[in-house]
């Protein structure tokens, strides 16, 4: 056997759906707590989908909890991580809607990371049957930590392969899987030979249609309604101008965008990585939650503003989103070790464009390439951006200052950030 076994048990899920969100998660998934933009071998990976839902089976590494915890935001469920290492332990990660909700290691302290809990037996079924239907009795005896002393032997304590048994009890559709040679691999489009064009040619299948590709960043051009620029050109920083004459701003461009392409887009966003632009402003008009108005028969929506702004000074760069809907601002991480290591109260402040804003959102580079990549997957998913913006589905790529409640309070203020970071 293999090291590691990992198992995913997405429960009233389709395999297409949870696979294509698996093949989501790059770049920029967590791997091990960090960031890893290699692709996650879904080749590997083997499959059984059920009425009652999807089992993934996967050897590997211990699967990182990232994985399940964006994966269950996303599709907006409970996910179940569970494993087996070195055969020696099993253990299990439960997550929901995003956030982590369970987690057990028969032992401990087996993989030197620190995992610690002790929560009780009781507790822990509790967590489960809230999203399984079990009753607590029925899974209560596997729910105890083992004894340090002897991690292996006999017997229901000691046998990681308890975990079968574990979750034939937990998730009865379930049972079996763990060591089935029925599950089948993920299917994966062969390599194309462009010598032979008609080989590689698609089936057409009847009544099949092709598979959607993933959208691009011309996705958000129906959306877009102003573009702004201000071309480079001041001798001097722009935050002495600002703390020595508040009212004095530079006069912004406006940028003609009416019939543009994506290569339309590519060229003005370029205009800015070249440092031919100090600043690139993106307006867009968003719908949010639609009314359905019977007396009409038709869905209503009101229209929401966001804002895309790109900032350059003194070789240093940001990027942030205003988002009119929850008056909230995003703000692209430049340091990212130091916004997942670092206590709040820690965290170096530094003054751009006359604002104190943490160090840890300027890039210390005029176009780095986060800004490159991230752009194009913001811009391909506005009316979806919660994907891309999300803390728990992206893991800290976006630092966002969102208020609890949209209150006249959280939108006075949303207007005083506009007045401060826009070209208005």
């Known amino acids: 056997m293999d090291r ?7 429960p009233h899920q389709r395999r297409k759906h949870v696979q294509a969100e698996l093949e989501r998660l790059t770049p920029g998934v967590m791997y091990m707590g960090r960031l890893d933009m290699s692709e996650l071998p879904l080749y590997r990976m083997e499959w059984a989908e059920r009425r009652e839902g999807v089992f993934v089976r996967w050897r590997r590494a211990i699967l990182d909890t990232s994985v399940p915890r964006i994966l269950s935001g996303r599709l907006n469920c409970p996910i179940l991580l569970a494993y087996i290492c070195d055969e020696a332990i099993w253990g299990y990660a439960l997550f929901y809607k995003g956030s982590p909700v369970d987690q057990f290691r028969t032992v401990p302290g087996y993989l030197g990371d620190g995992f610690a809990d002790d929560t009780t037996p009781e507790r822990r079924a509790a967590r489960l049957t809230r999203h399984f239907p079990v009753e607590r009795e029925d899974i209560l005896e596997y729910l105890t930590p083992w004894s340090r002393e002897e991690p292996e032997g006999g017997g229901p304590q000691g046998d990681c392969w308890q975990l079968e048994d574990f979750l034939s009890r937990l998730v009865p559709w379930a049972g079996g899987l763990l060591t089935s040679d029925q599950l089948t691999p993920t299917e994966t489009a062969p390599a194309a030979d462009p010598s032979s064009p008609q080989e590689n ?55 003609p965008h009416q019939g543009w392409t994506v290569r339309e887009l590519g060229e003005t966003l370029e205009r800015f990585y070249s440092g031919e632009l100090d600043r690139l402003e993106l307006d ?76 840890y959102v300027v890039f210390q580079e005029p176009a780095p390439e986060t800004v490159r990549r991230e ?46 970071w826009c070209l208005e």
């Open 284 to 359: 867009f008009a968003v719908h949010g939650e639609g009314t359905y108005i019977r007396r009409l028969k038709k869905t209503m929506y009101q229209t929401f503003r966001l804002t895309l702004e790109l900032i350059r000074e003194e070789g240093r760069c940001m990027c942030l989103l205003l988002d009119d809907q929850e008056s909230g601002i995003y703000r692209l991480i430049a340091d990212r070790e130091v916004y997942m290591t670092v206590d709040t109260k820690e965290l170096e402040r530094t003054v751009f464009h006359g604002q104190r804003v943490e160090g």
């Open 4 to 10: 590691f076994l990992n198992v995913l048990i997405c």
């Open 201 to 255: 040619a698609p089936d057409r299948v009847a009544g099949q249609l092709p598979p959607e590709s993933e959208p691009g960043p011309e996705a958000c051009l129906p959306f877009l309604t102003g573009v702004r620029a201000q071309r480079r050109g001041w001798s001097f920083p722009l935050s002495l101008l600002y703390r020595l004459f508040p009212k004095k701003r530079p006069v912004p461009e406006t940028v």
């Open 375 to 420: 752009l194009p997957l913001l811009l391909a998913r506005l009316d979806r951006r919660d994907d891309v913006l999300s803390p728990t589905r992206r893991m800290g790529v976006w630092s966002g200052e969102v208020p609890m409640t949209n209150t006249e309070a959280a939108k006075r203020q949303h207007q005083e950030n506009r007045k401060i």
